[in-house]
């Protein structure tokens, strides 16, 4: 081939590459790669209510306002143990709460708005991999660093955008849990009721924020007690428009949420609502 058909020949193929790249998609976000929170003001939207204010019936156990979650200490941003909950979140709930009364249960919520701090927070003390304080409750068969890979914390959070809760079932006549008292024995969230540690909520299979494959909601190792109690609460959740996180019995968010794109990072404080 002369040099002047080969020049020819070359620039024909970049010319046929130049268009494949350009027809070719923008390849997609890494999945492992989080939207980027939105930034929002030290004051709740007046869609922020107190789930007090709408139901003051629902009893609450707000962890992460305290020394017994996977940490062992207040999350920053929980500067109060209170449940703040968009107001279409916390209606629902209450017509949740209604329907448990009648069946002889009351719901208990652990966690509901959690400023993007605390999700910092938790990104933090991952990377500290000696700090286990609290594996012998919370993760005790899980190695720190599957964590987050394996979906048991994530950054961002649903619970960062108001109509995300954590919470679980407990008898009427409940008497009141025992306290936790920091430093005591712990014992493993996996360990049958009766054995971890003495929740009031009827028997889910595993204890709050249990890292472990068994907290999977549809987990089939379970007794069929703590299925059955699984499966009233996901019927009862359901029923009022929340769904469940299939890693976590104790996850629900409310579907029509109305701040689908927006991580806010108030604290959990009376003084946040407007």
Not at 95 to 123: E, I, M, N, W
Not at 138 to 150: E, T
Request: aromatic share 10%; charged share 20%.
């Amino acid at each position: 081939m002369g040099t002047g058909r080969r020049a020819t020949a070359v620039l024909a193929v970049a010319a046929a590459l130049l268009a494949a790249a350009c027809q070719r998609p923008a390849p997609s976000p890494s999945p492992s790669a989080p939207p980027a929170p939105t930034p929002t003001g030290p004051r709740a939207p007046a869609e922020f209510v107190d789930l007090t204010t709408v139901d003051p019936t629902v009893r609450t156990d707000i962890r992460y306002a305290g020394p017994h979650n996977f940490v062992g200490r207040p999350i920053d941003g929980y500067a109060e143990p209170r449940c703040l909950l968009t107001r279409p979140a916390a209606q629902a709930l209450h017509r949740v709460q209604t329907a448990a009364l009648a069946g002889g249960h009351s719901l208990k919520v652990y966690d509901c708005y959690r400023p993007q701090r605390a999700a910092d927070d938790f990104v933090a003390w991952a990377k500290l991999p000696g700090e286990q304080r609290m594996k012998g409750e919370f993760y005790p068969g899980v190695p720190k660093d599957r964590l987050f890979a394996d979906g048991y914390i994530g950054a961002p959070t649903a619970h960062s955008r108001g109509s995300t809760v954590d919470l679980t079932l407990v008898p009427v006549s409940a008497a009141a849990q025992p306290a936790y008292t920091p430093g005591q024995a712990l014992v493993p969230c996996t360990d049958p009721a009766g054995r971890r540690f003495g929740d009031d909520s009827i028997d889910m299979g595993t204890g709050f924020d249990c890292f472990d494959p068994r907290a999977h909601t549809a987990d089939a190792r379970i007794s069929d007690t703590a299925r059955s109690n699984r499966d009233l609460l996901r019927r009862l959740m359901s029923a009022q428009g929340f769904e469940n996180y299939p890693l976590e019995w104790w996850h629900y968010r409310y579907v029509d949420e109305p701040y689908p794109d927006t991580w806010f990072d108030f604290p959990v404080a009376g003084s946040s609502l407007r």
